[in-house]
Nanobody, 123 residues
Framework: QVQLVESGGGLVQAGDSRRLSCAAS????????MGWFRRAPGKEREFVAR????????YYSDSAKGRFTISRDNAKNTVYLQMNSLKPEDTAVYYC????????????????WGQGTQVTVSS
């Protein structure tokens, strides 16, 4: 089993930056990809970004591209999501997810999920 714990959420103002963290524990050696998803009020969960543990290959949604950066610290088994120029429409619960496979842009591509961390962006 793999456990994921997100942290770093909170209330910020439009234009601010925030960094989310996701600490992985348990059987992490079998993981290949880590992703960030979010769910805004009244909306479906959507893909934000993905990174591979080995090689660091990244992929972003159109809404995240240019503003958000996903990175990882293999020694700490931790993945980060640096969010810059935040907008009110970025308000959502952000979830970390892990996959033993390539890791795509759909929730079903991921086997393990964190509990989520709330990010609220005020205008």
């Amino acid at each position: 089993q793999v456990q994921l714990v997100e942290s770093g959420g909170g209330l910020v103002q439009a234009g601010d930056s925030r960094r989310l963290s996701c600490a992985a524990s348990g059987r992490t050696s079998g993981l290949y990809a880590m992703g960030w998803f979010r769910r805004a009020p009244g909306k479906e969960r959507e893909f934000v970004a993905r990174i591979h543990w080995s090689g660091g290959s990244t992929y972003y949604s159109d809404s995240a591209k240019g503003r958000f950066t996903i990175s990882r610290d293999n020694a700490k088994n931790t993945v980060y999501l640096q969010m810059n120029s935040l907008k009110p429409e970025d308000t959502a619960v952000y979830y970390c997810a892990a996959s033993p496979n390539y890791g795509g842009t759909y929730a079903y591509d991921y086997n393990y999920w964190g509990q989520g961390t709330q990010v609220t962006v005020s205008s």
